[in-house]
């Protein structure tokens, strides 16, 4: 069974950093891209970054373009995403997702359950 | 960036119904890479279809997709009551990935 548990959130003040990770079970992980997807409070789903297998592909989305950096230990089959200069706008449930295409371009068959993010002072 | 808009903030229906859920894109998506998930409350979201018209492993069959270019619709045929949820669509066949903003299927 594909599990994918995210941990790392919390309650941080604006401009600070968080790290975020994703342990990943149930499939051959170092085949498969992964990718960050947050959803703010009341709002829809965003694509953050995603990672290709081989870390040899990586994108981010312009609003985090320079501030986060997602990266993954195939060992460890785990996703991190670092995240630094921390905004109120980064307020939101951050999510793992399992891709199903290569590289940075995908739809995902599998996402854990979220982990939240809260920038506040 | 291909900015994906569900014109429907909220579709209010009763069990037994059809829902027809659209979505169209800013520009024309390559190669139909377009897919729908399912997001109930505290829930991940779950995939339904991915390009455009292919259901996802274990998604019943009244679930369906249609479309390509920049329109596209997801069809529900029957109502059932566990199908009330947010629906996204969202494409992947430009980079960033995106979108929509989500439409709302409640009970009426």
């Known amino acids: 069974e594909v599990q994918l548990v995210e941990s790392g959130g919390g309650l941080v003040q604006p401009g600070r950093s968080l790290r975020l990770s994703c342990a990943a079970s149930?499939?051959?992980?170092?085949?498969?891209?992964m990718h960050w997807v947050r959803r703010a409070p009341g709002k829809g789903l965003e694509w953050v970054s995603g990672i290709s297998w081989n870390s040899g592909t990586i994108g981010y989305a312009d609003s985090v373009k320079g501030r986060f950096t997602i990266s993954r230990d195939n060992v460890k089959n785990s996703l991190y995403l670092q995240m630094h200069s921390l905004r109120a706008e980064d307020t939101a449930l951050y999510y793992c997702?399992?891709?199903?295409?290569?590289?940075?371009?995908?739809?995902?068959?599998?996402w854990g359950q979220g982990t939240l993010v809260t920038v506040s002072s | 960036e291909i900015v994906l808009t569900q014109s429907l903030g909220t579709l209010s229906l009763s069990p037994g119904e059809r829902a027809t859920l659209s979505c169209r894109a800013s520009?024309?998506?390559?190669?139909?890479?377009f897919a729908w998930y399912q997001q109930k409350p505290g829930q991940a979201p779950r995939l339904l279809i991915y390009g455009a018209s292919s259901r996802a492993t274990g998604i019943p069959d009244r679930f369906s997709g249609s479309g390509s270019g920049t329109d596209f619709t997801l069809t529900i045929s029957r109502l059932e009551p566990e199908d009330f949820a947010v629906y996204y669509c969202q494409q992947y066949g430009s980079s960033p990935i995106t979108f929509g903003q989500g439409t709302r299927l409640e009970i009426k």
């Open positions: 997702a399992k891709a199903v295409l290569y590289g940075t371009s995908s739809y995902f068959d599998y």
């Open positions: 149930g499939f051959t992980f170092d085949d498969y891209a």
């Open positions: 520009q024309s998506v390559g190669s139909s890479y």
